[in-house]
């Protein structure tokens, strides 16, 4: 049974401890007992916490510093001008049409794969979320080298759209596989055909994996540099990297940053306006059989011919693209291939380690000690990673210039960047794998005299390992594949696999961005199988 709920109601009072039948002076606490002591951290965990998440609203600190240094009549002059006009058209546009279409190829994709007799599911369903192991700005490459008339608003739209809908895909097929099928099933004995079935009882359920998704690929069009520079195709984004370059981090640059940092908050808060309180969820377990799949019919040789298009356009072209340069005089054996892969899981590596660490606190207090507090702490660290990375970047620039100049154009800078980006990918993890200790085990360990911290280091800290390893490497390919913030604050001389990339393809020299290119797309895999993995996983019905 499926319902919708928008509050959770408190339990009852677990009362007074009870009495302890081997001691009439002892009380053996009662189980509520622990969990309302252990909704108390320490002082230390809190400083710690609150700080680090300060920490990473520097970017948002950045834009209003911009607002009140440049002031209201010089900031207007800048803003209200027809280049920024038109660079807003671009970005309006890229949004409305762009996220409609990874919405439809995503949600559409899930659907045939999951509920549908489409032939070989299995297979396609994999061929469908393989675009996320090739960056953006290779799949541009791509396209680009390929037809040279992907340009402009069109081709900017082909290649955000084929690169980034498994960012709907995978939400919704997870959505989709966790619904009970006893609904759809009911709704057709009532008369009402597959299309009205999907329409009226599946998609209602699929609200917030759309909108999370969406989001997600709006953040992303808002984001994106290399794709859209490639295809010269002019964004907030690839102005403001124009910018900086002409005139470092001038006022026109800053205030181009605030439009862009204004439009992705607003995003922020017109999906959480779109979600509402409303929640869909299972009392009881469902369906214990699995879903009857919709007999597509007559429909089956253009479902196969969709998906094997868009997986031809996602993963075919780039790759095809790829190989064709690496045939084509490309060398494996450049002096710079390995320097750049070693820079790379240098910064990839430390900004990875660095986060796990600054999440650790947070995702500690978030778990074991739920409050208004932790929650508002853990909302810094999403609002911060939502900026576009060249916000970012320009912060960090400002913030090492008039604070700690030795820090500019550092490799810890570069990290710190990589840690405010890709934070959330290792909070979700620890998050879960704190979830999923028991603190009963930790009671034990102190019970055998063992001191709190020393219980939760030979106990609980083990356990950790697998999730503080998954968030460290979601992090670290992430990192591996960024280019935006990498151009703007990596020390000069340093050579990464994503800049070694863009030097050469921007420069016109395919064969020489190829084996970069094959190489981002190589270090990409594990982490889209890691993700592809976890979305199959459905709570046992």
Known sequence: MTVVSGSRRAGPDPGPPAADPRSPDRAVPHPGAAARGASRPSVALVVLACVLGACMLVPIGYIVSVVFDIGWPTLSRLIFRPRVGDLLRNTVLLVVIGVPATVVLGVGGAWLVERTSLPGRRGWAIVLVAPLAIPAFVSSYGWGSTVPSVEGLGGALLVTTLAYYPLVYLPAMAAIRGLDPALEESARSLGLGSWAVFARVVLPQLRLAVLGGGLIVALHLLAEY?????????????????????????????????????????????????????????????????????????????????????????????????????????????????????????????????????????????????????????????????????????????????????????????????????????????????????????????????????????????????????????????????????????????????????????????????????LLILLSVPAVALMFVHSRKVPAR
């Open 226 to 518: 290399g794709a859209f520079a490639f295809i010269r195709f002019d964004t907030f984004t690839t102005a403001i990297v124009v910018q900086y370059q002409s005139t470092f981090a001038g006022p026109a640059a800053g205030a181009l940053g605030v439009v862009l940092a204004t439009l992705c908050l607003t995003l922020l808060v017109a999906e959480a306006s779109a979600r509402g309180r409303l929640r869909y969820a299972r009392i009881g377990s469902g369906a214990p059989r699995p879903p009857v799949p919709v007999r597509l019919g007559r429909a089956t040789p253009l479902a196969v011919g969709a998906v094997a298009v868009t997986g031809a356009a996602a993963v075919g072209v780039p790759l095809t693209s790829v190989v064709r340069w690496l045939a084509a005089g490309a060398s494996w054996t450049e002096p710079e291939l390995p320097a750049a892969l070693a820079q790379t899981a240098v910064l990839a590596g430390g900004g990875a380690i660095l986060a796990v660490l600054v999440a650790f606190p947070t995702a500690w207090l978030t778990v074991r000690h739920p409050s208004r507090l932790s929650r508002a702490v853990e909302g810094m660290s999403y609002v911060a990673s939502s900026l576009p990375a060249i916000i970012i970047a320009l912060a960090l620039v400002t913030v090492t210039l008039r604070t700690v100049p030795s820090l500019y154009q550092t490799a810890f800078t570069v990290m710190l960047a990589y840690v405010i980006i890709f934070l959330p990918r290792a909070l979700v993890s620890l998050r879960s794998g704190i979830a999923q200790a028991p603190e009963s085990l930790e009671e034990i360990a102190r019970s055998l005299g063992h001191s709190p911290m020393a219980a939760r280091a030979r106990v609980t800290l083990p356990r950790l390992v697998p999730a503080m390893t998954a968030g460290a490497a979601l992090v670290a390919l992430g990192a591996a594949n960024e280019l935006t913030a990498t151009l703007l604050l990596a020390p000069n001389g340093t050579r990464t696999l994503a800049t070694q990339f863009w030097s050469a393809a921007s420069a016109v020299d395919y064969p020489a961005a190829a084996p970069y290119a094959m």
